[in-house]
């Protein structure tokens, strides 16, 4: 694998138009409106093909023209046949979206003995080719892609650094924003410009595909990712350059490793930035399905381990501390009572961490509690047996119900709240059965 | 049906030239609205005085959420009249704040609880500038009031329903608007909440804003609004509540569901279809 200067201009082309993509998709993502990038994308095709038939010229400030005011066009057409139209905002995007982007097909059919332009440049991009195109700025010779989306790029920032706490608003709820003088049609369509503008910029670029892809995914991931809207969309861009960068990297590194020629640049960059999301998917520290994963499973250990401590806290309730339980047919009343009745497995694994971590030992086949684990059975048989008295006394629950209540809450009360039921009951000294509630 | 109730009121806080204009905070007249030409909202007609508390309540679909709607010019009206202190709405969205339902927003939407409170000072603030430490303090300020300074910085999504709505209503209190429209700020809050919406009702009541609040539990009516318009479609009755809230009106607005005027609706809905 060999780095030119050529491969940096095609990530920069790519990092760019990725990092303008993210931030008027977070907003898209953020509406529930994400497939209105896909319309727009695909629907300004008409709007491109006129302003090259018109001006017969790739390069013209017209193109960009000619997109956005489709882009404006497709978002009213939208909204009236939804409106209208008796369908919802998914057939109605299809329906118009389909119609133009035919429609630009057809003309640019029609203009392509007249100016150079073919559908698959439009559709597929070919940001391989990007550093072959140059234009003059300011005395420099920089590809013209790179140009074009450095400009989207920077019309994406001034508006949503200029109009911040504008867009959090309409954002969030347009009705209300409207009322508080933040007109939310003005700030929709102004969203469908940038991203008209944005698309049409990446297009050449990056192709359609990926520019849906970087619309969407980022924000997605950064959906996962944050809580606050600021790191919602750095984290969005952050995920767009590090989808070019590493696309990039993957097309010309990972074949040759295997003996084949380069991929395409654009294709492995999508791929990444999906293999970017489903990371996230699996290990964000909130959302992430591990995360919630591993949440399900310490609930299930931390309320199997307290079912084991309180059953040793009834068996051995009275006895003196060390020895062994006062009847066998007062433990398996207790043990008919447990959950572990039925899985006794569960039990042997709740033992088992019981004694790793202390609360449990076990001598010649024999478990018994240890100090400590003594003290958190009887925090566990407290809170079980305040449960039954505030269920008895404040809810007038049957007798023979109050342990199924009890059980269940036992596991999802602290500290604080075992506090305040004892409070809220006065301090009672016995269950509703008249045992004893441990201090 | 117009029920005119404006005398005999004392005139709202005074220093804002526009509010003292007008004794009357709302008044409605011929207001249509319909959903794929199906009338929701018929021939409403409202003189609402300034300073009630006036609850909005009515069967389910009844329009009373449209109603707040179509005053705040967020669906658009077939026909009708809205003025706030004698002037059209539109020249008087400054003095109106809004409290939505609490079910449509996207709570997951990331912004913390200071940040979402904060969004009721845009206007203050005016476009394009950020918002500064003294506002921040505002916002704080109403957080602390509903009993929510504690949770100022976190995500909306972990706050309870109760919770949701508290932070709703300190949005509205620092807009300091001189009329509110609340849609269901009491659905499906817990008892502390509760108190907490009562406690801002009774502080608006003394400051002598106007608060329109749509309401479904007809045992507090009595106890939460000196005001009251029943409603169906179109307004049954307007007025005290100790005028109004009869059992006559409450026969006609919520009994009977199958009256003359919805089977002419009826009979208008099949024909234009």
């Known amino acids: 694998m060999i780095w030119t200067p050529l491969d940096t201009w095609i990530v920069a082309a790519a990092a760019v138009a990725g990092a303008a993509c993210a931030l008027s998709g977070s907003f898209l993502v953020l509406r529930k409106m994400s497939m209105m990038g896909d319309a727009i994308s695909h629907a300004v095709l008409p709007g491109i093909a006129v302003a090259f038939i018109l001006t017969a010229s790739r390069a013209s400030g017209a193109l960009f023209i000619g997109a956005a005011l489709v882009g404006i066009l497709t978002a009213v057409l939208v909204q009236i046949i939804r409106q209208y139209g008796r369908v919802d905002h ?45 234009i003059r700025v300011l005395g420099a010779d920089l590809p013209r892609g790179v140009v074009v989306v450095t400009i989207a790029l920077v019309a994406n920032l001034v508006v949503f650094a200029a109009l911040f706490k504008e867009f ?46 970087m619309l969407v995914v980022p924000g997605a991931t950064a959906h996962l990712l944050t809580r606050r809207l600021l790191p919602f969309l750095t984290v969005a861009v952050v995920v767009a350059i590090s989808a070019a960068v590493l696309g990039h990297l993957a097309a010309i590194g990972v074949p040759p490793l295997f003996g084949f020629e380069d991929t395409s640049t654009a294709g492995s960059m999508a791929v990444v930035l999906g ?71 569960g039990l042997r694994l709740g033992l088992t961490l019981l004694r790793l971590r202390g609360l449990v030992r076990q001598r010649d086949g024999r478990y018994a509690l240890t100090g400590a684990g003594r003290d958190a059975a009887s925090r566990i048989l407290r809170t079980h047996r305040l449960w039954e008295r505030f269920f008895f006394d404040e809810a007038g629950v049957d007798l023979s119900e109050l342990h199924h209540a009890a059980d269940y809450l036992e596991h999802y009360t602290d500290a604080d709240l075992q506090g305040a039921l004892s409070e809220e009951l006065s301090r009672p000294v016995t269950d509703p059965r008249g045992r004893r509630i441990p201090e | ?58 069967p ?44 449509s927003v996207d709570w997951d939407y990331p912004i913390s609880a200071l940040e979402l409170v904060e969004m009721g000072l845009y206007r203050k603030i005016g476009w394009l500038k950020p918002v500064t430490r003294a506002y921040r303090t505002q916002a704080l300020a109403a957080l602390e009031e509903v009993g929510m300074a504690d949770f100022a910085n976190r995500q909306i999504s972990r706050l309870s329903g109760g919770q949701q709505q508290r932070i709703f209503l300190a949005r509205a209190l620092v807009q300091d608007a001189a009329v509110y429209f609340m849609d269901e700020p009491f659905a499906g809050v817990d008892a502390a909440t509760e108190k907490a919406i009562m406690g801002i009702l009774q502080r608006l009541r003394e400051q002598q804003k106007t608060v329109f609040v749509v309401h479904h539990d007809l045992e507090t009516v009595r106890e939460y609004f000196d005001y009251l318009i029943m409603m169906n479609m179109r307004v049954v009755a307007a007025g005290r509540v100790a005028d109004v809230f009869t059992p006559e009106n409450l026969r006609r607005t919520y009994g009977g569901r199958l009256t003359l005027l919805d089977r002419a609706v009826d009979a208008i809905g099949g024909i234009r279809q």
């Open chain 1, 275 to 345: 293999g970017l999301f489903f990371v996230a998917f699996l290990f964000a520290p909130e959302h992430g399905v591990v995360a919630k994963a591993s949440a399900r499973i310490g609930l299930r250990v931390s309320i199997l381990t307290q079912d084991v401590l309180g059953l040793l806290a009834r068996v051995t309730e009275g006895a003196a501390p060390t020895s062994t339980p006062r009847t066998t047919t007062d433990t398996l009343r207790e043990y008919r009572r447990s959950p572990f009745r039925r899985h006794r497995s």
């Open chain 2, 60 to 103: 389910n679909g009844a329009g009373k959420s449209t109603l707040i709607k179509a005053v705040l010019d967020l669906v658009p009206h077939a026909s009708g009249l809205v003025e706030v202190f004698g002037k059209p709405y539109r020249k008087q969205r400054s003095l109106v704040g809004y409290v939505p339902q609490r079910e």
């Open chain 1, 168 to 213: 959090r608003l309409a954002t969030f709820d347009p009705e209300l924003a409207t009322t508080l003088g933040v007109n939310a049609k003005f700030m929709h369509y102004l969203l469908m410009t940038l991203v008209a503008i944005t698309t049409v910029a990446s297009f050449e670029v990056v192709g359609s595909i990926l520019v849906v892809a």
């Open chain 1, 90 to 134: 998914g057939a109605s995007m299809g329906v118009v979206f389909t119609v133009l982007f035919a429609i630009g097909l057809l003309l640019i059919e029609r203009a392509a003995g007249q100016v150079d332009i073919h559908p698959e440049h439009v559709l597929f991009g070919s940001v391989e080719l990007v550093p072959l195109y140059t």
């Open chain 2, 1 to 58: 049906m117009s029920v005119d109730t404006s005398a005999a009121r004392p005139s709202p806080a005074a220093g804002d030239a526009s509010v003292s204009r007008s004794d009357t905070a709302l008044r409605v007249a011929d207001l249509t609205v319909a959903y794929q030409r199906k009338p929701v909202l018929w021939d409403v007609d409202l003189a609402v005085p300034a300073g009630v508390v006036a609850g909005i309540v009515g």
